[in-house]
């Protein structure tokens, strides 16, 4: 399957280019700790050869309880993500919950990110569709794969031809998600590239007592299952110690088994990509 070149800065996704990797914690923790991890996974990446977008959420609006942390906000924010884009030259990705925040993530981020509990508003996709920035929309957990030809048609119908889609997983009972990995050629099959979110496919939703609980000890044969099955690219929220994590503990790679885990996804492809 052929899938069109997205650009996301100078990050390309899609058929000829390399797997690219979507890498950075879930949230802002401060502006030090933004710097300091994008400036660690941008030294990973060059270490291994891979094409990297840094992410980060300047507001998590969709967190289990209202006590959570949810971040600095919008214009704190984005001035955090355009000092990191500054210092390292990464591209930025960075998700948006109202149209209004569309045009002023667009002034800073290369890729807008739609979250998969709004795979549905059309406002707020076609706003983001009209900054003329890649568009990464997240599949709905409630959503089977074909049902995302809706929502990249209000990308596209906007004007937007640059789209992404990503698989997060879909609800399973109570508290779970699963993966079906079905879903990755049934996604290419609407020509637009494919990411892999694996940190956020293994949530437990709302297991935790006011937080998302995860199992974040599955992130790597997960990720490698993902790109045996022919993923553009592959999203994981990394940090250096999980546990200390604001958001998204439970289920977010350690920093210092980035490297390793991103040498055998490397090595996966290519055996994927020469079959």
């Known amino acids: 399957m052929t899938v069109r070149t997205v650009r996301a800065g100078a990050v390309s996704l899609g058929t000829g280019h390399p797997l690219a990797f979507v890498l950075g914690p879930c949230v802002i923790e401060s502006t030090q700790h933004a710097i300091d991890t994008a400036k660690a996974l941008k030294q990973i990446a060059a270490a291994v050869g891979v094409p990297m977008v840094f992410k980060a959420s300047f507001d998590k609006a969709n967190r289990t309880s209202i006590a959570s942390f949810r971040g600095p906000g919008l214009e704190e924010g984005l001035r955090v993500l355009a000092k990191v884009k500054a210092l390292t030259g990464l591209p ?8 209004s925040q569309a045009a002023p993530a667009a ?16 406002d707020l996709i076609v706003a983001a569709a009209k900054t003329g920035k890649a568009i990464n929309l997240k599949k709905g957990q409630f959503l089977a794969p074909r049902d995302m030809k809706h929502a990249i048609a209000k990308v596209t119908d906007s004007g937007n031809s640059q789209v992404i889609v990503t698989e997060r997983g879909v609800s399973f009972g109570y508290n779970n998600l699963v993966v079906d990995p079905r879903a990755f050629p049934m996604l290419r099959a609407f020509g637009y590239p494919v ?9 437990l939703p709302g ?8 199992l974040a000890e599955y992130i790597e044969p997960l990720a490698q299952a ?9 999203f994981m929220e990394v940090h250096e110690e999980p546990s200390r994590a ?23 492809d290519k055996i994927v990509k020469d079959a």
């Open 107 to 122: 002034a800073i981020a290369d890729v807008l990110q739609i979250p998969a509990f709004l795979s549905r508003q059309t």
């Open 195 to 203: 990411i892999f979110d694996v940190t956020h496919s293994l949530q």
């Open 92 to 99: 930025i990705l960075t998700d948006i919950h109202d149209a």
């Open 207 to 214: 297991a935790g007592d006011g937080v998302t609980a995860g």
């Open 226 to 234: 993902g790109v045996a099955a022919g993923v553009d690219g592959v």
């Open 246 to 268: 604001r958001s998204d503990a439970a289920n977010a790679l350690r920093l210092d088994r980035l490297e390793p885990l991103l040498r055998r996804l490397v090595a996966l």
